[in-house]
């Protein structure tokens, strides 16, 4: 599963309270460490519509739509869940879990250690040197966002976090443009499972895109 080391000091906080008295949480925390299956419940299924979209699909790879779903069944203790994963359908089906006794919701692992997979084989790149940079950016250089989020059609207090991982890396002459990606997480404590959404977005520098990769909570589905 992908983590993150904590380091709280290493994140900068800009906006409001996602409610009053809120304290404020480092990236890490917020995205790997929080409860975030507490509110839901055995027989439950969180769905979540996923895209990608590249400039070039040769270079870049696929470009696709389809559907994660998370089916909850009881864990071992009362605060922890079982998590059944169904990562995409038909001929873009791959294997993912079980993972069982989990407290945190595992769709934000799981988006990235996809997104790693597809973009280390398109780079020619160990995928561990594209993982250490985004842990170190959610790490170390994360900005957290307390605001209004939007999901299953109704506006809810929330957190974004954004980080841009390979603004300054050494190699990112060989990122074919890529280096320029933003990830945007989004969360709020209002839905099952609380991760609202992830996108990764990529441009030229000149307006059109490279890369558009999200997954967004489908509640309607559920």
Request: glycine letters at 10%; proline letters at 6%; hydrophobic letters at 40%.
């Amino acid at each position: 599963m992908f983590a993150v080391a904590i380091a709280a000091a290493g994140a900068t906080v800009h906006g409001g309270l996602a409610r009053a008295g809120e304290v404020p949480p480092d990236a890490g925390t917020l995205l790997f460490e929080e409860p975030q299956l507490d509110n839901t419940h055995p027989g439950d299924v969180l769905t979540y519509a996923y895209s990608r979209r590249t400039a070039d699909d040769a270079v870049l790879g696929p470009s696709f739509s389809d559907r994660v779903r998370l089916s909850i069944t009881p864990g071992s203790r009362a605060e922890t869940r079982t998590v059944a994963v169904e990562l995409f359908t038909g001929e873009h089906r791959r294997a993912a879990g079980p993972f069982e006794d989990m407290t945190g919701n595992p769709m934000v692992s799981l988006f990235l250690e996809n997104h790693i997979g597809v973009l280390s084989t398109q780079l020619h790149v160990n995928p561990r040197y594209l993982k250490n940079a985004i842990r170190g950016s959610l790490r170390d250089k994360a900005t957290v966002e307390a605001g209004p989020v939007e999901a299953g059609g109704r506006t809810l207090p929330g957190w974004r976090v954004r980080i841009t991982p390979f603004k300054d890396d050494p190699n990112k002459d060989r990122m074919l443009g890529l280096d320029t990606m933003t990830y945007d997480f989004t969360v709020t404590k209002e839905i099952p499972g609380e991760v609202v959404e992830i996108h990764v977005a990529a441009d030229n520098g000149q307006g059109a895109s490279l890369l558009d990769e999200k997954i967004v909570y489908d509640a309607k589905a559920d």
